[in-house]
């Protein structure tokens, strides 16, 4: 069951999570959480209308590798799986669901809505994939309503995308270059 849950979370086999505690209830009433993630470049941290009680940095986070972000955003478990094998991305993770649970047993009482903010560059792999994780975590160890929005994942592929076609024209624009050198200063046969 345990080595279910882990694929299911994309974690390793041996990670064994903390509880977080409830205080004896299912959860804290009247009180939901919103992930939203973010891509740094591409818009200033959103305002909300509810306190943002933590802010989770993934920018210098290693990210996974080119070849398998490539087409994939931190929604696919590949993406997921390749990110949290990264020693320090995980420690971050826990780093993340602590202050999490320090926030709860502070604030037992509290009613409405909070805001955590996880941001990386894009807001398309390291940011979405932590979000995830850190919701689907918090949802089932605490039982409140738990949200996850990505503010940016549509921008930061479809910038994604035309910095590879941009890449793919200059590769095309070398190889023909001989031939237009050649062509334009008389080696023509």
């Not at 990264?86 to 780093?95: A, H, K, L, V, Y």
Request: aromatic share 8%.
């Amino acid at each position: 069951m345990g080595k279910i849950l882990a694929l299911l979370l994309g974690t390793p086999p041996h990670y064994e999570p903390r509880r977080i505690r409830t205080h004896g209830s299912k959860g804290h009433h009247g009180l939901c959480m919103h992930f939203y993630t973010y891509g740094q470049s591409l818009r200033p941290e959103p305002r909300l209308s509810y306190p943002t009680i933590i802010r989770v940095n993934c920018a210098k986070l290693e990210p996974p590798a080119n070849h398998i972000c490539e087409g994939h955003t931190g929604l696919d478990s590949k993406v997921a799986d390749s990110f949290f094998s990264n020693p320090t991305n995980e420690s971050r993770f826990q780093e993340a669901l602590d202050q999490i649970q320090r926030y709860l047993d502070r604030h037992d009482d509290h009613i409405g809505c909070v805001a955590i903010m996880v941001s990386c560059y894009y807001g398309v792999h390291r940011s979405v994939a932590m979000a995830e994780r850190l919701a689907t975590v918090a949802e089932r160890w605490t039982g409140l309503s738990v949200h996850c929005r990505h503010l940016d994942l549509g921008k930061g592929i479809e910038r994604q995308q035309r910095a590879k076609k941009q890449r793919k024209m200059l590769r095309s624009i070398e190889r023909s270059w001989p031939r237009v050198v050649k062509w334009l200063f008389g080696g023509q046969d």
